[in-house]
């Protein structure tokens, strides 16, 4: 008696062990099939790519020269937008502040600065960052460096460890730029920039959500491309001659992860831009599955009465 008893023991905690070791090891193969879809992307792009993957849930990540610097180009600007709340949180500054458009404020790619009233129209800060963010409006931006201090800016990148992540010149400062001076980061950093700031560790609670807010306003970029509409997104890309970037947080319920795609040295820009929609809806597909899904594998859509 006492031998069957412990025979049924053992094989009770067999089959309880199985059940997540299986569910696991069904996770994995998903997980495996996304490096692969990263690294089939790499192999056939003619340019060079960085990515970092990070799941928001679990901490897992997928790195492919996650730690090669590469030209921010706008993306950039998640961290001029970053210092601005910082510095309104310790009260440095109010979002509300009005700032008076000048003459001198203006550069090209400025669509909605270009078209407002020197000397007459005032606009507040957190209106200069929307425009920032929606339209990557470069004046707005040039606006905001100056306001929060370009030094200010690298000094939170220090604070939180980004050593290779600079703003080094304004938007459109060909000067600066052809001298070498460009904005970088890398897509490890820009991951774990992202990372801190979904997870309060750069802002209060009510200032992480207000940043959020601004980086999920609407844009044309390329994480979003292929990804469903009504998908929150919070990202910003960049684009320069040769050089295409994402970086941002997709808000999948019970899923959200980090996701930042960096290209450079492109033949075609066109191809950069598709390698990073098409990572990103490769990373989406996965984590659309595992956030709906049960143990199992097994997915219950809304009306779906199948048995």
Known sequence: MLRSIGLFLLLATACAQTAPTTAAS???LLWQKLESTVNDVDHNLDGVLGVAILDLASGRKILLHADEVFPQ?????????????????????KLTDLYTVQANDLVPDSDIMSGLTPGVTRITLRDLATMMVAVSDNSAT????????????NALMDSLGLTHTRLRRKMMDLKAAGEGRENISTPEEMMVLLENL??????????TAEFFKVLSTHKQSFIPR???EGLRIANKPGELEGVRNDSGVVFVENRPYVICAMTTYLHHERDGE???????????RMFDRLARASEYGRVVSPGNSSR
């Open 26 to 28: 069904k996770q994995q």
């Open 73 to 93: 180009a706008s993306s950039i600007k998640v961290a001029v937008l970053a210092e601005l709340y910082r510095q309104a949180q310790a009260g440095k500054l």
């Open 142 to 153: 040039n606006v905001l460096i100056d306001r929060v201090g370009m030094e200010n800016v």
């Open 198 to 207: 979904y997870r309060g560790k750069v802002l209060n609670l009510e200032m």
């Open 226 to 228: 292929e990804l469903p």
């Open 274 to 284: 598709e390698a990073i929609s098409s990572i990103s809806a490769a990373a989406y």
